[in-house]
């Protein structure tokens, strides 16, 4: 579930099970390791970590770029 517009939409992650509920009540949820969650994120979107927290992280997609794992096939 991206927020915003295309040309600036972030991604909502959690640190903790308790960080989400606050955003979104009980709910279905799945953790990743910060590496794949890197490649699972769309082409020009940045995150917001811990939405709903006391001190929520924006991380732009532009910070993020040099994060990105770069695919095998592309080596």
Same mark, same amino acid.
């Given at each position: 579930?991206?927020?915003?517009? &295309? $040309? !600036?939409?972030?991604?909502?992650?959690? !640190? !903790?099970?308790?960080?989400?509920? %606050?955003?979104?009540?009980?709910?279905?949820?799945? !953790?990743?390791?910060? $590496?794949?969650?890197?490649?699972?994120?769309?082409?020009?979107? @940045?995150?917001?970590? #811990?939405?709903? @927290?006391?001190?929520?992280? +924006?991380? &732009?997609? $532009?910070?993020?770029?040099? +994060? %990105?794992? $770069? #695919?095998?096939? #592309?080596?």
């Amino acid at each position: 579930m991206a927020i915003g517009q &295309p $040309e !600036s939409a972030v991604i909502p992650a959690f !640190s !903790s099970p308790g960080e989400l509920a %606050r955003f979104a009540g009980a709910c279905e949820w799945f !953790s990743t390791t910060g $590496e794949d969650l890197m490649t699972l994120l769309p082409e020009g979107h @940045g995150l917001v970590v #811990d939405l709903a @927290g006391a001190n929520p992280q +924006l991380l &732009p997609a $532009e910070m993020l770029a040099p +994060l %990105r794992v $770069e #695919d095998a096939a #592309d080596e």
